[in-house]
């Protein structure tokens, strides 16, 4: 089976051929656990995730390697944990918590491996050490920049050219930097910094900029050079642009990532999702709402994953009519094929989506289940669908679980707060004495 995928790098569809096909190697950019995830982060991480099953099912799930690191040390994280009154440990463990439960609800396989930023803070000086001695960064003030024009190439991902990138730098540009469009690898630690976001370095206590981590965290588990570097197409440039720069000056003769996968935007009803607009909207928002995750899942794969998706509550509604039809036909499937090469050569096409899910809905046979397991779905029993679930498509059951679960947890306020949310609903809960919770309607 022959893969292709579009090359950013290139601006081409290309054939992907491994470096060695024992050991693909794929890195994918993560969250900052700041808050959490909305649904633009889950489209990159599904999408992602697609990706990763296709790799296992081509070249054998042993033989493909999936980083997806956490950013654990920011600027916007100290900020959160600032204006929140708590500790970055206690903040970033709850929403790292929280990511991994968000993207368990839609069906996302976890990573082969899922660095954290704070414990790799040794690779990413020892690679800054490197780009002082290759003469590609340099020290000033505390802070120590990379040197843009010390890197002819810098540029050929986004295709901007040095004139573009000056004309498009800011007037005021800090006076220690020798160009407006150097950028940090190490910055000085303030006063007003919590002491677990800082830490020592030979230029002085401090925290590192936020594209060497991804440098350094790629190259630790995939060396060098490796096959797939993914995620949204906001991150292309700076993020992107700047890893490849400092990768390939901390490695000589190094080339990085060789094909470059970015997903498009998500807006909402047409408008770019923002808290100012009253339109952002997270996992956890339609989770609570009772919407299913596959629901969710199964929305997010409507459209090629490289191009804008508009969320909407019609895209939601119909990607629940969808499911329900299929698990109908799956509950009348008495046997399952295990034939999944139509839905796996749309795929195979540059990930194509909307063809996978229309192969889907026209198989005729009885390899429902399997098809849908390559895109994560359609691995409930139907009966379990169907059963607590309303004409409004509340899932009553899943919240259910979600709050014996919290209680487990001894997280009673999100378990009042689901038993609140139901009750809204009409639907009432009864605790029995060993745990478990019976409902019914008002």
Same mark, same amino acid.
């Given at each position: #089976?022959? &893969? ?7 601006? @081409? ?7 060695? +096909?024992?050991?693909?190697? #794929?890195?994918?950019? /993560? ?5 959490? +995830? ?5 489209? %990159? ?15 054998? *799930? @042993? ?13 916007? &994280? ?11 440990? +206690? ?14 609800? $839609? ?8 660095? @954290? ?11 800054? =050490? ?14 120590? $920049? ?45 006063? !007003? ?47 992107? =642009? ?29 408008? @770019? ?20 995750? !596959? ?16 969320? %909407? ?27 999944? %090469? !139509? ?27 399997? #098809? ?15 059963? /607590? *679930?309303? %004409? ?20 009673? +306020? !999100? ?28």
């Amino acid at each position: #089976m022959t &893969i292709y995928l579009y090359n950013t790098l290139t601006r @081409k569809k290309e054939e992907f051929i491994p470096e060695d +096909a024992n050991n693909v190697r #794929m890195y994918v950019c /993560g969250p900052t656990v700041y808050d959490r +995830a909305h649904l633009g982060n889950a489209r %990159s991480v599904v999408v992602y995730d697609v990706l990763f099953r296709i790799l296992q099912l081509v070249y054998g *799930t @042993k033989h493909v390697t999936y980083i997806r690191n956490i950013t654990d040390v920011d600027d916007k &994280i100290n900020a959160a944990a600032k204006a929140q009154s708590i500790t970055i440990q +206690a903040l970033t463990a709850q929403m790292t918590q929280w990511f991994h439960g968000d993207m368990q609800a $839609l069906n996302v396989l976890p990573p082969t491996k899922e660095p @954290k930023a704070t414990e790799h803070i040794k690779q990413m000086i020892d690679m800054i =050490e490197k780009l002082i001695a290759h003469k590609k960064a340099y020290v000033a003030k505390g802070n120590v $920049l990379f040197s843009v024009k010390a890197m002819p190439e810098y540029g050929k991902l986004s295709r901007r050219v040095q004139e573009e990138l000056e004309s498009g730098a800011r007037i005021k540009v800090e006076g220690y930097k020798k160009d407006p469009n150097d950028f940090v690898l190490w910055k000085p630690a303030d006063a !007003e910094d919590d002491s677990s976001s800082v830490f020592d370095s030979p230029w002085g206590k401090g925290r590192p900029g936020w594209h060497i981590e991804c440098s350094a965290m790629s190259t630790q588990y995939l060396s060098q050079n490796f096959d797939i570097h993914g995620g949204g197409s906001d991150l292309m440039f700076p993020h992107h =642009e700047n890893e490849i720069a400092q990768s390939c000056g901390t490695y000589p003769g190094s080339h990085f990532a060789r094909y470059w996968v970015h997903n498009g935007f998500l807006t909402v009803n047409g408008e @770019k999702m923002s808290k100012s607009l009253g339109n952002f909207i997270t996992v956890k928002d339609l989770l609570d709402k009772g919407v299913k995750g !596959e629901v969710i899942r199964y929305a997010l794969l409507k459209t090629k994953y490289n191009e804008p998706l508009d969320w %909407s509550e019609k895209l939601l509604n119909d990607a629940k009519k969808e499911l329900d039809t299929l698990y109908r036909r799956l509950s009348k499937q008495e046997q399952q094929s295990d034939d999944v %090469s !139509e839905i796996v050569n749309a795929l195979s096409q540059d990930m194509n989506l909307p063809v996978a899910i229309s192969a889907l809905h026209a198989n005729p046979g009885n390899g429902l289940r399997k #098809m849908g397991g390559v895109l994560g779905i359609l691995q409930q029993d139907p009966d379990t669908w169907f059963k /607590g *679930t309303d %004409s409004s498509g509340i899932d009553i059951e899943g919240l259910v679980n979600a709050r014996r679960t919290a209680k487990k947890a001894k997280n009673w +306020a !999100e378990a009042d707060r689901i038993r609140n949310a139901l009750k809204q609903q009409g639907i009432l809960l009864e605790d029995r004495p060993d745990g478990t919770s019976n409902w019914r309607r008002e």
